[in-house]
């Protein structure tokens, strides 16, 4: 697959402070790509490099194998969506939508209008006053505005930010939709999980300005290379341990079978096992005894917590077992993640 964007050593910094540190990374064609991170972690600063609102300190930009470093803005074939849709309140809905193309004198407006409005939904929506159009309704015109010119890359920054948690779990499948159908790449910044575990194809997890994990949504769930990223996405319970040798490991003062290998023996390891893959089963048949102290009704699941081995455990099950009642822990070998110890968390 060809590259379609590639981020080379990119650093930036203003005065002293540096927001990016050497940032590498690769975005396919038609890829959908998120940002991941807290505030500050630099996530916006490399979207804002890639659209040619900044320019990076040190480093490089290529776009299909050419360098876009002196390509202002308006050259790049991008467009940007962002949290506040700035959209035009003196126009409705299809004048909107139209502007790019008018500014661009092409033909055919009305048609593109149409199409476009009815990839997001707004299929009759023209003539409408965007004032009097939903926070959700208004974020689909601002899209449709973006996708209207045929962009090569659609960035979007927070694009969900502003919406109710309802609409926005809908327009987080909407989105991913209509990336499948228009074909092209997505460049997606957020601080919320759940939205790039939902929509995204490859996750950039970031932390002060380093890239610290790229991978497929369920390789950076299921098997983060660093505490950061263990603790950052979802919920996990985090314990130190050592490896006496390869498929074993001692933590919580338990020896356990797990699946991981090529560690030195006797390295100290930082385990990572999420909630729900902790069984509570019978105190004499779990690897671990312990007592829950706290539940919590979540919905779909209970939320308790076990003191169990001097460690409080964090435990998700469909079945409650009461406060105060002592309970055994299972932890299947294959559900078990071990990583190297790392301090403050190591780039990509």
Known sequence: MEHCIHLVDITKTFGRATVLDRINLYIDENEFVTLLGPSGCGKTTTLRII????????GDILFRGSSWKSVPPHRRKVNTVFQRYALFPNMNVADNVAF???????SGISQKVAEMLKLVNLDGYQNRSVTSLSGGQQQRVAIARALVNKPQVLLLDEPLGALDLKLRKEMQIELKKMQQQVGITFVYVTHDQDEALTMSDTIAVMNEGRILQ??????IYN???NKFVA????????????????????FAGT???CVDSGFTPGEAVDVVIRPEDIALVAPETGALTGVVCHTQFKGVHYEMQVEAAGVNWKVHSTVLSPVGKTVGMHIAPELIHVMRKQHGGTPC
């Open 214 to 219: 790229i991978g497929k949504p369920e390789d």
């Open 51 to 58: 659209g040619g609102f900044e320019s990076p300190t040190q």
């Open 223 to 225: 098997e983060p290379k």
């Open 231 to 250: 603790q950052f996405i979802g919920e996990s319970n985090l314990v130190p341990g050592t490896m006496p040798e390869d498929g074993h490991v001692i």
């Open 255 to 257: 020896p356990f079978r």
């Open 100 to 106: 790019g193309l008018r500014v661009n004198r092409q």
